[in-house]
C-alpha cells in the first residue's frame, strides 16, 4: 500500500488516512509496516514465504536507511521489536511514527525521562506479549500512527489492553484526526497533529506531568 499517512504536497485526496481502519476488518488479513528500507525489504521477503493475505503499508516517497544488510530477513508474523527499555513512559509506533518515537525519546533523556519506544510492526496481528509488557509497567502510554485515529493502530491497541483488564485512562492516542486533512508541507502536517518528535516529547511530558499531580492529589490529606 503505497503512499500510506500524510502524503504532503500530493494534495488532501492523496492522504492515506483510512487504510488501517477499514482493513483491520479483514479475517487472517496481516497488516505490516515498516519503520524504515531494510524492514520493508524484511517484510516483502516474509510476505512472500507467508501462507496467506498480508498488506504492507509504507509512506510516500523514501525512507530512513539504517545500513545495509545483503539477504532480507525472514520476520515472524506478528512480532514487533522493543528499541529502547524504559521505565517512565512508553511510546508505541508503527511504521513511520517509530523515528519520531525514537528522537522524542532521546529529547526526554535530557529531561531524565525513560522512555520504552516499541516498534510494533504489525497492525494485526498484534504482538500481544510485548504489549502487555508496557501495560504491565503501570507507566504512562503513547501510541502514534500516521492513520485517523478512529479505528485505527491506537483503537487496536485500546482494544488489546481492555481485553486484558489493563486502565485505560494513561493512553494517548497521537495520529491523523476524524477529518479531512489539507494541503501541505510533510513537516507542517505532521508538526499540526502531532508526529514529530518534539510534538511526542511535549505530549509525553504533559501525561507525565498530569500524572504526578494526581498522585500529588490523591496523597494530600483531607480536611
Known sequence: ?????????????????????????????????????????????????HDGPMAIRYPRGGGPVPYERRDPQILTIGKGDRLIEGNDIAIIGVGSTVYPALQA?????????????????????????????????????????????????GSAILELASSKGYPLNSVRRIGIPDAFIEHGSLDALRERIGLTAARIAETARQLLSSRSSSDSALQSPVN
Open 105 to 153: 525519546a532521546d529529547l526526554l533523556r535530557t529531561d531524565r525521562v525513560s522512555a520504552d519506544v516499541i516498534d510494533a510492526r504489525f497492525a494485526k496481528p498484534l504482538d500481544e506479549q510485548l504489549i502487555a509488557s508496557v501495560f504491565e509497567k503501570g507507566i504512562p502510554v503513547i501510541v502514534a500512527e500516521d492513520n485517523t485515529i478512529v479505528g485505527g493502530f
Open 1 to 49: 500500500i503505497d503512499r500510506a499517512g500524510l502524503v504532503g504536497e500530493d494534495g488532501p485526496t492523496h492522504h492515506g488516512s483510512f487504510d488501517l481502519s477499514f482493513l483491520r476488518h479483514v479475517p487472517r488479513l496481516v497488516i505490516a509496516a515498516p519503520r524504515d528500507t531494510m524492514a520493508l525489504r524484511d517484510l516483502l521477503a516474509t510476505a512472500l514465504r
